[in-house]
C-alpha cells in the first residue's frame, strides 16, 4: 500500500510505501510510543487518585499508627510538663535556702561577701580563639544542669557556714564564762589580799564566791573532769580541763557529785557548796587556770 503526499512549496508528488520493512518498522515503533505513553499516564494518574482517597480514608494500619505517634506525643509532653515543675520547686528551695543562708550569715556576724547568697561565685577564662556561638533557647536540660551546679554551690557554702558557726559554738562552750553558784556574792578578789588566818600579805589566785551551803557548784564551761576529791588547802576540789589550755578549779566543797573522767557541760552540777579545807565559811573558791598559770576570772565572769 503507497500513500501519496503532495507538496505546494516544490510543486510535486511524494510516495511513503507502507509495505516496505524499514518503513512499518517505524510506524509500529512509532505506535507503541504512543500506547506506552497513554498507559504511563493513566497509571499515574490512578495512583494520584488511590493516594488522594488513601489520605481521605485511611487504612487500620495507618490508623494505628497516627494513634500511637500521638500517644507518644501526650506522654512525652506530660513528662516535660512534670519536669517543669519539679524544677519549679527546686528552685523555690534554692530560694528558701539563699535566704536562710543570709540570715545565718548576718546571725553569726560573719562578712556577706565570704557568704554571698545572692550572687554566684566569680568565674572567668581566656576569650576563644575560634568564631563563638551566639546563645541558644534554653532547654530543660541546660536548666537542670544549671540548678544543679547552683545546689552544689549553696552545698559547700552551707557547709563551710556550718564549720564556722559550730567552731565557734565549740569555743564558747569549752571557754569558761560565767559565775560558778546561781546565788552568792564575791567574797574575796583575785591579787594580793591579807591572809585571813594569819593577817599577812598574801596572793589570792582565785575568786571566792561567798554562797549558803547546801547550793549547787556550777561548771562554768563544758570539759572533763580530771580531779574529784580532796586536795591540800582546797578541801574538795573539783577541776575540768577544758581544752585550749584552759582549767577550771572549784573549791571547798562539801562533797562532789562528778568522778574523774566524767564529761560535763556548761551549768552542770558538779559539787555542794560548803567549807572544808583552809577556809573560814561556806563559799567557793573559782580558779581559771590558762597553760598551767591562774590568771583573773574576773574576764570570764562577766561574760
Given amino acids: 500500500m503507497n500513500v501519496i503526499f503532495f507538496s505546494r512549496r516544490v510543486g510535486r508528488a511524494r510516495h511513503l510505501n507502507l509495505s516496505h520493512p524499514l518503513t512499518l518498522t517505524v510506524v509500529t515503533a512509532l505506535a507503541l510510543g504512543i500506547l506506552v505513553g497513554i498507559f504511563a499516564l493513566g497509571l499515574h494518574l490512578g495512583e494520584s487518585s488511590m493516594a488522594r482517597m488513601a489520605l481521605r480514608n485511611p487504612g487500620p494500619a495507618l490508623i494505628a499508627q497516627q494513634a500511637e505517634v500521638a500517644a507518644l506525643k501526650s506522654q512525652l509532653q506530660d513528662r516535660v510538663d512534670a519536669l517543669a515543675m519539679r524544677l519549679g520547686v527546686m528552685n523555690a528551695h534554692v530560694i528558701r535556702l539563699n535566704a536562710l543562708g543570709k540570715r545565718l550569715t548576718e546571725m553569726a556576724h560573719i562578712n556577706s561577701r565570704e557568704f554571698d547568697f545572692d550572687n554566684d561565685p ?25 540548678l544543679g551546679r547552683r545546689i552544689d554551690s549553696r552545698s559547700g557554702q552551707f557547709a563551710a557556714l556550718e564549720n564556722v558557726i559550730l567552731g565557734r559554738q565549740l569555743s564558747a562552750e569549752i571557754k569558761p564564762s560565767g559565775r560558778p553558784v546561781r546565788e552568792g556574792y564575791i567574797s574575796s578578789y583575785f591579787g594580793e589580799r591579807m591572809d585571813p ?77 560548803g567549807s572544808t579545807g583552809r577556809s573560814t565559811g561556806p563559799h567557793v573558791h573559782f580558779e581559771v587556770v590558762k597553760d598551767g598559770r591562774q590568771i583573773d576570772p574576773m574576764a570570764f565572769v562577766g561574760r
Fill in 122 to 146: 566569680p568565674q572567668g577564662g581566656s576569650e576563644s580563639d575560634g568564631i563563638g556561638r551566639g546563645a541558644q533557647v534554653p532547654d530543660l536540660t541546660v536548666m537542670v544542669d544549671d
Fill in 197 to 273: 588566818f594569819n593577817g599577812e600579805d598574801a596572793f589570792h589566785k582565785g575568786v571566792d564566791f561567798a554562797s549558803d551551803a547546801g547550793t549547787d557548784v556550777l561548771a562554768v564551761a563544758s570539759g572533763i573532769v580530771t580531779w574529784a576529791g580532796p586536795r591540800e588547802g582546797y578541801g574538795n576540789l573539783v577541776e575540768i580541763n577544758h581544752g585550749n589550755g584552759y582549767v577550771t578549779r572549784y573549791a571547798h566543797a562539801a562533797r562532789t557529785l562528778v568522778t574523774v573522767g566524767d564529761e560535763v557541760e556548761r551549768g552542770q552540777a558538779i559539787a555542794v557548796v
